[in-house]
RNA sequence: GCCCCCAUCGUCUAUCGGUUAGGACAGCAGGUUCUCAACCUGUUAAGAGGAGUUCGACUCUCCUUGGGGGUGCCA
């Protein structure tokens, strides 16, 4: 029998980090068995669920490479099913009618359990039993004729023909009762398989308060999805080998559910961040200048960048940015006049000797070659004729020319602004914050 | 209250009765360096507690404690 598993999101929102991890871990099961992945989506609630929502999970979905094998189906399309199994459940007496609790709101339809104790395997937590004086009937069809989650989503797995549920923890008690629904139904108990909850610091279930929560923030955030994916999918699984960045294909090869862990797992973005910063160090240039593109195209200044320099403020900076939005900082190779860190200045810059010390260099700039190793040479020259220390002036320079105090190294960024840029802002700064020309 | 699940460094994890309990992130120290990262080296740090089974328990059983989930005409 070949795998069918399913992922079955309301689109009511974003899609949460804790969802997008569980289509994972079902497309990775699929993938390593061979198998379909569906994709469902639960919109039965008229109220909450948009088109926007579907979109964003698609979206979601795409980003991360979680393809699907057959056209999606709407939960909303298959009332006609829910209720055909309601009336057999009616027939059959395995479900009864009830104004329950007298409310005067009409009459629901109950689902019988069976009375006996139940259990099933879990391919994650092993096996789990209930006992029969601990299973409640439950309603399956609202008084206002509106079917019930546990009835739309058994009876849509049924459709479907899944043949494996991988879902969050917190549905582990309602296993019971859609086993009893599926056996009622008479249609085959598909395997399950019950995944940790992605917990915060505090142990409780992870949430947008605690920090990004939804697909679409890491996204914006400039997390890649290859990274977010690898992060995603040792959140209660390992390889068993001390292997964590690895490719999909080897994700693919490695996953089974007996590796996943029963135990919450709590969110580290630190250790995503660093990962990511992994990824972005091995992605080809133009693919990272194409990440970097997406992110800077948000700020007003990074819109119509100059293409060549563009480039080599990307090759430049690759190595040392572990998220797409720190290209922000790079501000400074595109925009005059400079934003300059009031601080340095007033630490490095406004200090005696340096205004001259600066013309120096500038002078001995000017006639150089303009390559990096020009520039060291010119530089070196420059402190020997101030007598001054070897490399005692590079953060001074740094300053007078990015107005910040971090970044690549000096020779090349000085490279990479050229001649003619550089020493125009040592003009600048030389008359905007040391004051006489 | 009742039912169920979970428990190894701060965090994510390896270990499927015998290990100096390994790796990664974070931290710390050092190296490299013109700065900040990156990188390299080193290092701090763990089996919740108690019984039992066993020649031998992190590993199996039970209890306690702690955490989480469920207990809806929500999903």
Redesign the pocket.
């Known amino acids: 029998m070949s795998v069918r598993v399913r992922f079955a999101p309301?689109p009511t929102g974003q899609v949460h980090i804790g969802n997008i991890r569980a289509a994972i871990f079902n497309w990775l099961f699929a993938r390593h068995n061979g198998g379909q992945f569906l994709l469902r989506i639960?919109d039965?609630?008229r109220e909450r669920s948009t088109p926007e929502a579907v979109q964003t999970i698609l979206g979601a979905m795409e980003w991360l490479g979680l393809n699907f094998d057959e056209t999606p189906l709407y939960q909303s399309t298959q009332h006609g099913q829910h209720h055909e199994a309601a009336e057999k459940l009616l027939a059959a007496g395995r479900a009864y009618k009830?104004?329950?609790?007298g409310?005067g709101?009409?009459?629901?339809i109950l689902f019988r359990m069976p009375g006996t104790d139940m259990g099933f395997h879990d391919e994650i937590?092993?096996d789990?039993?209930?006992?029969a004086e601990?299973m409640?009937d439950?309603?399956i069809v609202?008084?206002?004729g509106?079917p019930?989650?546990?009835l739309a989503?058994v009876v849509d797995d049924i459709t479907q023909g899944i043949t494996h549920i991988i879902r969050g923890?917190?549905?582990?008690?309602?296993t019971f009762r859609h086993v009893a629904l599926y056996q009622a139904l008479g249609a085959p108990v598909p395997r399950y398989a019950h995944l940790?909850?992605i917990?915060n610091?505090?142990?409780?279930?992870y949430s947008k308060r605690d920090g990004a929560a939804y697909v679409g923030q890491f996204r914006d955030m400039g997390y890649s999805a290859d990274a977010l994916f690898n992060y995603l999918t040792?959140?209660?699984?390992?390889p068993?080998?001390?292997r964590?960045k690895m490719t999909r294909d080897e994700i693919i090869a490695a996953f089974t559910l007996d590796?996943v862990?029963?135990?919450?797992?709590?969110?580290?973005i630190?250790?995503l961040?660093?990962?990511n910063?992994?990824y972005l160090?091995d992605l080809p240039l133009d693919i990272f200048a194409a990440g970097v593109r997406r992110h800077l195209a948000t700020l007003d200044w990074g819109q119509a960048l100059d293409e060549t320099l563009f480039m080599k403020v990307c090759r430049l900076m690759q190595?040392?940015t572990?998220l797409f939005v720190q290209s922000e900082s790079w501000k400074y190779f595109f925009v005059d006049p400079l934003d300059y860190d009031e601080k340095a200045v007033h630490k490095t810059l406004r200090k005696e000797g340096v205004k001259a010390a600066l013309e120096t260099i500038r002078d001995h700039l000017a006639g150089c070659d303009f390559s990096e190793v020009g520039i060291q040479q010119a530089i070196r020259s420059s402190e020997a004729a101030l007598g001054s220390g070897?490399?005692k002036l590079?953060?001074t320079i740094?300053i007078a020319v990015t107005g910040v105090?971090?970044?690549?190294?000096?020779?090349?960024t000085l490279c990479v602004l050229g001649r003619e840029r550089s020493l125009t802002r040592f003009n600048n700064t030389l008359t905007t914050q040391l004051g006489a020309p």
């Open positions: 309301s639960e039965t609630d009830e104004d329950k609790g409310t709101q009409g009459e629901c937590k092993g789990l039993l209930k006992k601990d409640k439950f309603v609202r008084s206002d509106s019930v989650f546990h989503n923890d917190d549905h582990v008690e309602n940790p909850m917990v610091a505090q142990g409780k279930p040792l959140l209660g699984w390992s068993g080998e001390d964590e590796r862990k029963s135990s919450p797992a709590q969110m580290d630190r250790k961040t660093h990962m910063g992994l160090a190595s040392r572990p070897e490399g590079n953060q740094r105090t971090t970044g690549a190294g000096i020779y090349e």
